[in-house]
């Protein structure tokens, strides 16, 4: 059962092939191109969600960091298609791969970071040493801010993989336990089967928000950095 | 400015075609070859299609915009290189090393 558990989460391969390429790049083909003035219905939906996260997410930079636009929308979309297609029984999920999360955090944040540096030198120091802080705990405090710094993409890769990991694992398991209970306790099956129902209502909001969250971490640390 | 296009394999284009002589009908049809590309323009072709679709539209970000990026995208890959040495290192000295005398409690 244990190695039921985990084989999910194992890299896929068809035949020897490792296909884990395809299926990152399959999300991208839901998401059609719009390449007329006025679209159908389902162009002119993606168009308006689009145009609403990005408004939502934007407003709060200047010129430069309005730049990283396609960036951050193109990243939103990947992560919350991801885990939603992630949601159908028998997929593999790219992102529950910790390997795959860091990619994606480690470029980003390095980017928002050598942006600082090298745009506001002095304020991105400034970082390193809150406002006010006593003299004696200046030493201290800037070694605190740089451990905090340093921690910022590992925290936003590690919790993306552990947010979408830990939901996919509970609901295997709860689904186990669902099944082995038919034959024993109906009654139990039943409770636990809609306990399953709402952890699957739960892990869609999940798969949404943790995109969303990654997105605006990003998004926030680039408005420390422009 | 027109896109400077790879010219097409030349193919003899060939149309239907109907001549009317004094006292006579004549109806002469000709073959028609389409005009087509050969396999081996296809590449130049996809690469064509490649540049003008996305390069183009997308030079201003991976030029100016995305610097930053592409310096931490060279950071990861330093970290990823150090990471996957480590291991090999590590898997190679495992390999190498003697097997304990003592055995499982």
């Given at each position: 059962m244990n190695e039921n558990l985990f084989a999910s989460f194992a890299t896929p391969t068809?035949?020897?092939?490792?296909?884990?390429?395809?299926i990152i790049m399959f999300p991208s083909i839901l998401?059609?191109?719009?390449?007329?003035?006025?679209?159908?219905?389902?162009?002119?939906?993606?168009?308006?969600?689009?145009?609403?996260?990005?408004?939502?997410?934007?407003?709060?930079?200047?010129?430069?960091?309005?730049?990283?636009?396609l960036m951050l929308m193109s990243l939103i979309l990947f992560i919350g298609s991801t885990n939603l297609l992630g949601l159908l029984p028998h997929s593999f999920t790219p992102t529950t791969q910790l390997s795959m999360n860091l990619g994606m955090a480690i470029p980003l944040w390095a980017g928002t970071v050598f942006m600082g540096f090298r745009h506001k030198t002095k304020a991105a120091l400034a970082h390193f040493l809150p406002q006010g802080t006593p003299i004696f705990l200046i030493p201290m405090l800037v070694i605190?801010?740089?451990?905090?710094?340093?921690?910022?993409?590992?925290a936003l890769a590690v919790r993306l993989t552990a947010n979408i990991t830990a939901g996919h694992l509970?609901?295997?398991?709860?689904?186990?336990?669902?099944?082995?209970?038919?034959?024993?306790?109906?009654?139990?099956?039943?409770?636990?089967?809609?306990?399953?129902?709402?952890?699957?209502?739960?892990e869609f909001a999940v798969a949404m928000i943790q995109a969303y969250v990654f997105t605006l971490l990003v998004s926030l640390y680039l408005h420390d950095n422009t | 400015?027109?896109?400077?296009?790879?010219?097409?394999?030349?193919?003899?284009?060939?149309?239907?075609?109907?001549?009317?002589?004094?006292g006579q009908q004549t109806l002469c049809i000709l073959d028609a070859e389409e005009l087509t590309s050969s396999?081996?323009?296809?590449?130049?072709?996809?690469?064509?299609?490649?540049?003008?679709?996305?390069?183009?539209?997308?030079?201003?970000?991976?030029?100016?915009?995305?610097?930053?990026?592409?310096?931490?995208?060279?950071?990861?890959?330093?970290?990823?290189y150090k990471i996957r040495s480590a291991d090999k290192r590590s898997k190679a000295l495992k390999a190498s090393s003697p097997v304990p005398a003592h055995g499982h409690h």
């Open positions: 068809m035949m020897g092939l490792p296909i884990v390429i395809l998401f059609p191109s719009p390449n007329r003035l006025i679209n159908n219905r389902l162009i002119s939906i993606q168009q308006w969600l689009v145009q609403l996260t990005s408004k939502q997410m934007m407003a709060i930079h200047n010129s430069k960091g309005q730049t990283w636009t605190i801010e740089t451990i905090s710094l340093f921690i910022q993409p590992v509970l609901m295997h398991l709860i689904g186990g336990a669902t099944l082995a209970l038919m034959s024993i306790s109906p009654s139990t099956a039943l409770i636990t089967f809609i306990i399953l129902i709402l952890l699957t209502i739960l | 400015m027109s896109w400077p296009v790879f010219p097409p394999m030349a193919q003899p284009w060939c149309f239907l075609y109907q001549a009317v002589s004094a396999s081996s323009q296809r590449p130049f072709e996809m690469l064509q299609s490649l540049i003008k679709n996305v390069w183009v539209p997308m030079k201003p970000y991976y030029t100016q915009v995305y610097q930053e990026i592409w310096a931490g995208m060279g950071l990861m890959g330093f970290i990823v």
